[in-house]
């Protein structure tokens, strides 16, 4: 009895057809391994979350001899492939699933220590205050590591309740967030939860992030309906140090939807992310493409579509401003990678694998 209600647990965690298509896909000898899911992630071991219920686990000697990157080793919100110990709940990871959306920390020291804070989300809940935090330039930078990320982003505009005119709020974030919905909700109220209800579907992966104060806390236990973060475990950096078994970063809400917590998430960082600057500013690289000259700069240029927009009202001066301000930003960081990796290069030797990564950035200050 106790056998078959565990036996699927990890299809509860987000597994679907598209993985049991990557499943397919690799090699015979793999696909004897169980498909597990990371939920927690400790200095030297995981949370795992197998047919067989949760295990603790730590990947193979081989996983780690064939690991360049760190990011190379799972992940909160990673598919593994596991192997059950014999009679333990314990299970050793032999491979990781390719990854459908991936959240990484750039790393003091190169690309080398990059580390993966989140994979596998299908959305991102950015989240902003509607108090004295409030910060549209701030929301724009995390658009544009969401663009990158691969999840869906979603804005959440917290604490509606402390603001008399959300609405106006709401308009603001709009025009500096082209294409991406926006909620307004106040946990502290029970208000809004209706609009998220569509994200929430079970086995759908939502990651939350935004800087500390603006309730992310206090949004997830409201999701949750109860005290998630309380009773779901301790932080590993807690007091005493303390390792639980129950201590988790992504928690399965009652509608089935999984939730995604891990500290990293709560400091994203900016890097050269080109990709995600151009859907971040969808409306003013769809304005470029009608001025005159190709490589408008969009300052004193005739014919610049973008001005244009400006001038007419349909475009905020403050957008433009932040746009290039970012643009900027992205370029050097570019031009430092760049340079950084020529160095690594010279100083490695030929080594292909660790000159294609991203340098460091800590540029994930505000105005
Ligand atoms: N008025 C109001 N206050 C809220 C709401 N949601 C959270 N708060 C308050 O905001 C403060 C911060 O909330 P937390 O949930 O701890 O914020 P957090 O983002 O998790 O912060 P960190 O843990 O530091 O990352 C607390 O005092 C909450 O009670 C809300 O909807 N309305
Ligand atoms: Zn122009």
Redesign the pocket.
């Known amino acids: 009895m106790k056998n078959t209600e565990t036996k699927q647990q990890h299809l509860a965690y987000g597994w679907n057809h598209d993985w049991e298509n990557k499943l397919a896909q690799l090699p015979a000898s793999s696909r004897l391994l169980s498909p597990a899911r990371v939920i927690a992630q400790h200095s030297h071991s995981y949370q795992i979350m197998t047919p067989d219920g949760e295990h603790t686990a730590t990947v193979t000697g081989k996983y780690e001899f064939n690991a360049v990157l760190k990011s190379d080793f799972p992940a909160v919100g990673d598919w593994v492939m596991a192997e059950k110990l014999a009679g333990e709940t314990r299970s050793v990871i032999h491979s990781l699933l390719p990854r459908q959306s991936v959240m990484i920390r750039k790393a003091a020291g190169g690309a080398v220590d990059d580390q993966v804070i989140g994979a596998n989300m299908d959305y991102l809940f950015i989240t902003n205050a509607l108090n004295q935090d409030f910060n549209v330039r701030k929301m724009e930078r995390y658009l544009i590591a969401a663009w990158e990320s691969g999840a869906a982003p979603v804005i959440l505009l917290?604490?509606a309740?402390?603001c008399e005119e959300p609405e106006a709020f709401a308009a603001l974030m709009e025009s500096a967030a082209p294409g991406v919905p926006i909620h307004l909700i106040?946990?502290?109220?029970d208000q809004g939860k209706e609009q998220l209800l569509p994200y929430l579907q079970a086995g759908k992966t939502i990651a939350v992030t935004?800087s500390?104060?603006?309730?992310?806390?206090?949004?997830l236990n409201w999701l949750a309906g109860d005290n998630i973060m309380e009773t779901q475990g301790i932080r590993e950096n807690d007091a005493r140090g303390r390792h639980t078994t129950t201590h988790r970063e992504l928690f399965l809400l009652p509608s089935g939807a999984l939730v995604m917590d891990t500290p990293g998430m709560?400091e994203l960082q900016l890097w050269d992310a080109h990709d995600g600057l151009e859907q971040a500013f969808s409306d003013i690289e769809e304005l470029s493409a009608q001025c005159r000259y190709r490589d408008c700069r969009h300052e004193s240029d005739p014919g610049c579509a973008v001005l244009q927009a400006i001038e007419d009202g349909t475009l905020e001066a403050k957008r433009l401003h932040n746009y290039k301000k970012t643009a900027k930003e992205l370029s050097h960081l570019a031009r430092k990678e760049n340079s950084l990796a020529k160095k690594a290069k010279k100083a490695a030797g030929s080594s292909p694998r660790k000159n294609e990564h991203r340098a460091k950035t800590d540029v994930w200050d505000y105005d």
């Open positions: 917290t604490k309740d402390l106040s946990a502290l109220q935004g500390s104060g603006v309730g992310k806390s206090t949004l709560r």
